[in-house]
Nanobody, 116 residues
Framework: QVQLVESGGGLVQPGGSLRLSCAASGFDFSASQAAWYRQAPGSEREWVAAIESDGTTYYTNSVKGRFTISRDNAGHTIYLQMNRLKPEDTADYYC??????????WGLGTQVTVSS
């Protein structure tokens, strides 16, 4: 059974940090590309960051230098370290994993609120 379970969201003040986790099970995780997306209220879901199976990373411009995506293949977990958070980072964050070009899985999301 495929599962992606996100955790680590919450309320944080501007300038603060959070680390999101996504625990994966039920498929070949180590060979998969993984990514984080987010969706703010009233907005479309947008791509935030991605990491290839070899560890190569990619970021959308608005989070470069503040967010870091990483993976632990042995632990089947993807992380998103978010630093210097801004109110505009407020959104539901979703984990996405692609074992192949035709298969992808989504987590249920974790809420991040940046507010004073």
């Amino acid at each position: 059974q495929v599962q992606l379970v996100e955790s680590g969201g919450g309320l944080v003040q501007p300038g603060g940090s959070l680390r999101l986790s996504c625990a994966a099970s039920g498929f070949d995780f180590s060979a998969s590309q993984a990514a984080w997306y987010r969706q703010a209220p009233g907005s479309e879901r947008e791509w935030v960051a991605a990491i290839e199976s070899d560890g190569t990373t990619y970021y959308t411009n608005s989070v470069k230098g503040r967010f870091t995506i990483s993976r632990d293949n042995a632990g089947h977990t993807i992380y998103l370290q978010m630093n210097r958070l801004k109110p505009e980072d407020t959104a539901d964050y979703y984990c996405n994993v692609r074992p192949s070009s035709t298969v992808q899985y989504w987590g249920l999301g974790t809420q991040v609120t940046v507010s004073s």
